[in-house]
């Protein structure tokens, strides 16, 4: 995800063809957006897309040329250096609960990426297995960084208690 636009690097019109554009795009759930880093030595790397297969390129070296996604060939211009940022950037969170009615909770979160897929679960037994929660809604967050998101409640079930989940 790029820090300051909130997207992601994203294979454009998801082609499985050399030469396809790479662009900046909201993050979704074709593999287009997603990249194996594979190391190259030298602390580069390689990046691959998940769904094509092919190689991240640069075909110019010229500054602000238009990155692609070509065949791996092993070269330069397909090597990437990684750069940790060290951020303190708060996590994602359900930050409040509102009550409507005897049907439904209204569940609202914040401190996300926008754009970013999230889940909440639901269950009667906090202390049960992740696994054995159930999935009340799926959403993203908007642009901000803040859902909301209206939750049926379960009747003859006096208490639920849900989770905030990424993917």
């Known amino acids: 995800?790029?820090?300051?636009?909130?997207?992601?690097?994203?294979v454009s019109g998801?082609?499985?063809n050399p030469s396809a554009k790479?662009?900046?795009?909201?993050?979704?759930?074709?593999?287009?957006?997603?990249?194996?880093?594979?190391?190259?030595?030298?602390?580069?790397?390689?990046?691959?897309?998940?769904?094509?297969?092919?190689c991240l390129g640069l075909p110019i070296t010229a500054t602000g040329a238009q990155l692609d996604q070509e065949v791996y060939t092993g070269g330069a211009h397909q090597r990437f250096s990684l750069n940790v940022v060290a951020l303190t950037v708060?996590?994602?969170?359900?930050s409040g609960l509102s009550v409507l009615g005897p049907s439904a909770v209204v569940i609202a979160g914040s401190n996300g990426v926008a754009n970013?897929?999230?889940?909440?679960?639901?269950?009667?037994?906090p202390a049960a297995p992740i696994a054995a929660w159930q999935i009340s809604r799926t959403n993203t967050f908007n642009s901000p960084g803040?859902?909301?998101?209206?939750?049926?409640?379960?009747?003859?079930?006096?208490?639920?208690?849900?989770?905030?989940?990424?993917q």
Do not use: C, E, H
């Open 14 to 16: 998801a082609s499985l």
């Open 146 to 166: 803040y859902f909301t998101s209206t939750n049926s409640t379960i009747p003859g079930v006096a208490q639920l208690f849900y989770l905030l989940r990424l």
């Open 90 to 94: 708060p996590k994602p969170q359900i």
């Open 1 to 10: 995800m790029n820090l300051k636009s909130g997207l992601a690097m994203n």
């Open 116 to 125: 970013w897929p999230y889940i909440i679960l639901s269950s009667t037994n």
């Open 22 to 54: 790479v662009i900046q795009y909201p993050f979704g759930s074709g593999k287009n957006d997603q990249w194996l880093p594979r190391p190259a030595g030298n602390g580069l790397y390689y990046f691959v897309n998940r769904l094509s297969g092919l």
